[in-house]
């Protein structure tokens, strides 16, 4: 076949009308496995498509949701008392809020001259000549005079700086963890809406606040009380609190609103979970800290005390999911459900085919070619009998 008759048996081929033969096989083994698969089907559009995933309903998923948080606890170290003034960062709440566990301190640093902590590179020195005056280091702490001079009482020398003197590794004073923050309490207040439904829901009940101040979160006594132990988050993050405390971290409180507005709008109640955020490995970006400082005069001269802070960061991240009947999504879906059982045809065909029509009997009849296989036309005799006349009725003059 050259390649023109090739395009033109394609052409024409093309313009051919196709439909399907009904064909009635009786064979049991085919017939179990078409209703199995019917079954099968079936029940997947109805159990998981339409009862589990409600494809029936139109859904919202990005509502529009705000948080205020707030943390309640005082606590004693040493001598003095820590309040929510002291370790609660930013002060005003919102969806990100850390509290202080753990501080490095570093008292009266001013502006001067000091040397260079030894492990900044070519910070080590024996002469001046080993320091370029003006020369900075990002990894260091200031500016170099371009003196080599003893590292504070040691006896080895480094480049001198001008910075904030003393600098932070010498002599930061290490504190003891806020242990007693466990039982520090947090207060997320959410609200959420969904434009599409006009539809407002909060974590709180509106009529009931005085609650708020002696009440816990419990998913099954308490739902709308968002009041959280600090050692419970981390519970429920599957951290260790006193790891914590040494090292800091960063918490994700994930609020999760999944509503059906077919039922009471008012059963529509958030879920709360927990998950640690940040690496948990010895890493330099694992935990998390923080530095700033408090600034003082004192006899003229400008002082600060810099405090490295080491605690627990929480993120709260809404997740926000509504739905209800709407008759598009229902007819698209119960369409797609019907024209999937067509299916099951193409499975017990391609069965039948293959596996079971050894002898082609099943093919012969099921594939019919009508213009390769014209039938001839079918021949009607027509016996007239005459009775008393040799001329027809229909015609006259026209012998029989």
Known sequence: MGLME?????????????????????????????????????TYFIWYVFISQKAYQDIETRPESSVYTEMRG???????????????????????????????VTHNQTQGTCAEHYNVPNANCTTDADCVKGEMDFDGHGQRTGRCVPYYNYTFKTCEIRSWCPIEEFAAVR???????????????????????????GNIKPRKPKKLLKCNYHPDT?????????????????????????TGGVIGVFINWKCDFDVDPSECIPTYSFRRLDLRKNLPSSGYHYWFAKYYNKDGLEYRTLIKAYGIRLDVI????????SLIPTIINTVTAM?????????????MLTFIDKNEVYSERKFDDASKDPRPPTVTEITLTSFGSTHSDLSDGIPL
């Not at 395009?7 to 081929?13: A, D, N």
């Not at 009308?17 to 079954?39: C, S, W």
């Not at 504190?175 to 466990?182: C, F, I, K, S, T």
Request: glycine share 8%; net charge positive; hydrophobic share 45%.
């Open 6 to 42: 090739f395009f033109r048996e394609f052409f024409l081929g093309f313009w051919d009308y196709e439909t399907p033969k009904i064909m009635v096989v009786k064979n049991r083994t085919l017939g179990v496995i078409y209703r199995m698969v019917q079954f099968l089907v079936i």
């Open 74 to 104: 005082v606590g004693i170290l040493g001598d003095s008392i820590r309040d929510t003034t002291e370790y609660v960062r930013p002060s005003e709440g919102g969806d990100v809020i850390s509290t202080i566990l753990r501080r490095e």
């Open 175 to 201: 504190e003891p963890a806020l242990v007693e923050a466990v039982n520090f309490s947090v207060f997320i207040k959410n609200a959420i809406h969904f434009p599409k439904f006009k539809v407002l829901r």
């Open 222 to 246: 308490n739902p709308y009380c968002p009041v959280f132990k600090l050692g419970y988050i981390a519970e429920q993050a599957r951290e260790k609190f006193r790891e914590l405390c040494r």
């Open 318 to 325: 809404v997740h926000g999911q509504a739905g209800k009947f």
């Open 339 to 351: 024209t999937s059982v067509g299916i099951c045809s193409i499975i017990c065909d391609w069965i």
